[in-house]
DNA sequence: TCCCTTTCCTAAAGCGCTTCAGCAACCGCC
DNA sequence: GGCGGTTGCTGAAGCGCTTTAGGAAAGGGA
């Protein structure tokens, strides 16, 4: 019977339409807890998100990326088992993958956010459950992981300020802890090495915002390259509050062309990452890891700069 | 020995101390899936979503919801099964329920966004799982549901703004078939008659914004109550195109206190709603419908209205 | 002392599926 | 026609728990 509902051969063709049709007629579907239990797999995969709630609402990364998620899980007849939590709890989050692991409830792992030093590395590696990581790990890490091209969006951003005659290009971060934003403060510099330029002021800003973002303004910038939306507001609200007029006397880029980027005024030029191919991408080499399959590559789709009205030609004084 | 895990009586309080050292020196955990074909039920609960993925991003109910759900679920051993649908595929979200029920993959469902003559709650009926709702349903729902007073909120925004001397207050609200949007077009009706106003322009904007948004200045409101921070955001850029300062000429108010709202500038005024408490209290009545509890009633917060700087004392002209 | 009750624990069945062993039927070969 | 080899199907075991039935031990009353 079983041979015959999951396409194995030894069953004749007709029995199998006959089982298949009989199945249809009473309606019978496959419980999904016995096939756990025999199969030894759950057909589900564990997402453990541990980030301030205020950061995922903003955050168009995490919609995005679970989109994508989703969208390569279902016709893989797959489920996601998300847990989130709050922020900072290292212990608790630790805590969730080892019970997910040890009820067998999850067959494996998607892994965002990877820190340097990150313990859950060491965990779920003595689980031994496969797991793929979203984004680059610090070293130690024995998964398989991937990650978009998103430090090329400030190659791109830089470029583009260059071009409307930009010479003092300052950038604004957001914690440097995040590997991120690392990676994009040294594309930034790159690009401005390769405009023959020098490189402008560095802040990083994290916390309070309306005191963390003001000193990107100290050495006069004519355009500050901001490695978020949420920035890129909290710098637009900054200069507006000493009358610096954007973009006529400050450019601003954001990145991750979050809903925000178009709603506010002025609208933001914005980097746009296709973080939905990402998750998707990551969710594949799961499934791979997990039907034992070489996962196909990842060739992430390059960044583009959505121009705006934050950005202008700058004025030479 | 399940009785002893499962602390019924009928064990020896010795043995039972004895079993549990040996089950933990064994770093024994039962198997989700074993108990899930034993017991009949996963403890798990599904959430469909289907919503445009845009939508989602800028939407604070989404995380926040979602994140008071998970608080409740985590102390109860219970997960979440997350299926995050595009929009517009109603057979493709019938079908999600459907499948995950028949495959007994949930031992409940979680419904939000319910509409007018929603299809999911005869489908749903027919399943026979337990559900409740979380937002008013139109007739026709055979399951518990709780709301917010979100309404509430509508009404702190018109007295405030009366407060502040304005008198031609207009609403500018998302989708009219929004149950929401009409609730609190109904209270902010209500607030105006209350303090011996007439109303004024009344205004639904979706789909492309900054065509949809402008009519609602064609009165020449000194106010404008929106239903939501993204509407807020878009009339902010169309009166500032216009060269109506906010809020000396034009006071606004948002909707959802999302991160948005402290990053425009200038800063909205805005209703916080716990929606955290709202997935907090849905849940839990869930759980108690799913262990034959009695609900515990749910108190919703009263909203609250944050102040900031958006909005100001009416200029009469 | 014996029997009956209560208390505790053990053994076995069964949840709904997958899988493996085994058997019947059939093929073509010498 | 008899034989190994193949193909197609059936039956039973077992996944790891829960639960029920039933048995052993201990306690209490006559």
Same mark, same amino acid.
């Given at each position: 019977m079983s041979f015959a509902v999951n396409g194995r051969p030894g069953v004749g063709v007709q029995t199998r339409a006959r089982i298949l049709d009989v199945a249809k007629d009473l309606g019978w579907r496959p419980s999904a807890s016995a096939r756990a239990l025999t199969e030894a797999r759950t057909r589900t995969i564990g997402l453990v998100l541990s980030r301030a709630h205020e950061e995922l609402e903003v955050d168009s990364f995490f919609? /995005?990326?679970?989109?994508? !998620?989703? /969208?390569?899980l279902a016709p893989a007849e797959y489920a996601l088992l998300l847990q989130l939590l709050p922020a900072g709890g290292a212990a608790n989050v630790l805590e969730a993958y080892e019970r997910l692991a040890a009820a067998g409830r999850v067959d494996g792992f998607l892994i965002t956010d990877p820190e340097l030093e990150d313990p859950r590395f060491a965990l779920l590696a003595e689980i031994g459950l496969p797991v793929v990581v979203a984004g680059r790990p610090g070293a130690g890490s024995p998964f398989p992981w991937l990650e978009t091209e998103h430090d090329l969006g400030a190659i791109l951003a830089v470029e583009h300020l260059v071009g409307l005659g930009h010479e003092r290009i300052a950038f604004l971060g957001g914690s440097p802890r995040y590997e991120h934003v690392q990676r &994009?403060?040294? &594309?930034? /510099?790159?690009a401005l090495s390769a405009a023959g330029l020098g490189g402008g002021p560095v802040v990083f800003a994290e916390g309070d915002l309306s005191a963390a973002v003001p000193p990107v303004l100290e050495g006069r910038p004519s355009a500050v390259v901001c490695t978020s939306d949420t920035l890129a507001m909290a710098l637009v609200? !900054?200069?507006r509050a000493r009358k610096i007029a954007i973009p006529s006397e400050l450019s601003i880029t954001g990145f991750d062309d979050s809903a925000m980027a178009v709603l506010s005024s002025p609208a933001l030029t914005s980097v746009r990452v296709d973080y939905g191919e990402f998750g998707a991408a990551a969710t594949a080499a799961l499934l791979a890891e997990l039907s034992g399959a070489k996962p196909g590559a990842y060739k992430p789709s390059a960044p583009v700069l959505e121009v705006r009205a934050s950005t202008s030609a700058a004025v030479h004084r």
């Open positions: 919609v /995005r990326f679970l989109s994508g !998620v989703e /969208r390569m &994009r403060l040294v &594309r930034w /510099r790159e609200a !900054v200069a």
